[in-house]
């Protein structure tokens, strides 16, 4: 490979360099000499930046060699903290990760819809100031937080344009209100977008690897992150799988479309489905006043201990599902695809099932790979620890989306 050296100083290089120690460590520099290109001096250079800003550490352990044994490198998980906020309709979900992704603290707010628009940026910050105050971490430690939602989101202007259902807080000012609260840098994205960076993060995904992350939540949304960053399109809001047509001429969707996949396979919709079928939802004990994320958790539950009419249910929507996660892995040529949100929670395995199927049926290209396709280890949390993910990944790592200085 060639020596790039003109790279070596810019922010790319030292994502690079973090990347590869986050996927491949312990790694020593010989190594990252021989993956990067880069000459030894500069990747000396980088990693003793990394070291004296304690994002990478020395394990101590050293690699025999017929020269100098070898000293390892790791990720210092104790870098740096990420704060990941989730805005749901009826909850906010706040999570704390360290540096490699590992979930410190957890806290659920209930009841967080009914809040007017200025009570919802002090809760959001009296949150943030409880979890990390219970956790015991100092201020200069955290190097941020993230508030995610289903979106659209305006990621420079640090605002959501729209929220389903939660229409107080579409286009509230909230990075900028939260950061002048909280005097830590805030980020505002959609929680698709950020549940992709929080399994790439958290599973150490090599940056080689082409991966995807399906969202499903009350809408359906995706994620892919190429060369170890997010794509995120002209302004920040690509990966809308839920606003593809699935449907011909199907039910007008509220972005303008008809039959969009959000309107077919979506939770809301197997939720009204069950409630319009009275023996179904009176068998199931599903009430009318039930919220969606309830009635569909119930469904699918049902469907995996075997009853015929939700399994029916849960089966045509993943059977949609698939069409879309076919798109997508066409699209992009996935060779890794994960299932993240609360709407895989509980039927995770019956969506999982099916899209391996469909894709080793129907995948442009595959007979020359299979796509891995796994569940996400925490699904209702995906969105919240990637919000976190998405501080630490500008912080540790300048180069792969919006930059948060360094705090460590």
Request: hydrophobic content about 45%.
């Amino acid at each position: 490979m060639a020596r790039r050296e003109s790279a070596a100083a810019g922010p790319g290089s030292r994502a690079l360099i973090v990347d590869l120690i986050r996927s491949s460590g312990p790694i020593s520099r010989v190594e990252l000499v021989k993956v990067t290109g880069l000459t030894q001096p500069t990747i000396s250079n980088i990693v003793r930046r990394l070291i004296d800003d304690g994002v990478v550490r020395e394990t101590g352990d050293t690699v025999a060699t017929r020269g100098k044994p070898r000293s390892m490198l790791v990720i210092n998980s104790r870098a740096a903290y990420g704060v990941g906020i989730h805005v749901g309709a009826d909850t906010l979900t706040c999570v704390v990760t360290d540096t490699r992704g590992g979930t410190v603290g957890r806290q659920l707010v209930a009841g967080a819809a009914e809040e007017q628009p200025g009570d919802v940026v002090e809760q959001l910050a009296t949150l943030y100031r409880d979890v990390t105050a219970g956790l015991g971490l100092p201020a200069d430690s955290v190097a941020g937080m993230a508030v995610v939602g289903p979106g659209p989101v305006d990621v420079a202007g640090g605002r959501f344009l729209a929220l389903p259902g939660l229409e107080q807080r579409a286009d509230l000012d909230l990075a900028h209100a939260l950061t002048q609260r909280l005097g830590v840098p805030v980020l505002v994205d959609s929680d698709a977008a950020a549940a992709a960076v929080g399994e790439f993060w958290g599973r150490q995904v090599s940056r080689d690897r082409t991966f995807g992350c399906l969202y499903m939540n009350a809408g359906i949304g995706s994620g892919v992150v190429l060369d170890g960053a997010l794509h995120r399109g002209a302004s920040s809001n690509a990966g809308k799988l839920g606003h593809i047509a699935v449907v011909h001429e199907g039910e007008r969707c509220y972005c303008g479309n008809r039959g969009c996949l959000e309107q077919t396979a979506a939770p809301h919709v197997l939720a009204a489905r069950v409630r319009a079928t009275p023996d179904l939802a009176d068998r199931l004990r599903i009430r009318p006043d039930d919220p969606d994320a309830r009635a569909f958790d119930v469904l699918a539950r049902a469907a995996i201990y075997g009853d015929p009419q939700a399994r029916a249910l849960v089966d045509e929507s993943a059977a949609l599902l698939a069409e879309g996660a076919v798109v997508l892995a066409n699209l992009w040529d996935l060779d890794t695809l994960v299932l993240a949100g609360p709407g895989f929670a509980v039927a995770g395995s019956i969506y999982v099932t099916e899209i391996r199927r469909r894709l080793a049926e129907r995948a442009f290209a595959r007979d020359v790979h299979d796509v891995r396709v796994d569940l996400s280890s925490n699904p209702r949390d995906a969105a919240a620890i990637g919000g976190a993910a998405l501080v630490l990944q500008g912080s540790v790592a300048p180069g792969h989306g919006p930059q948060v200085t360094a705090r460590v």
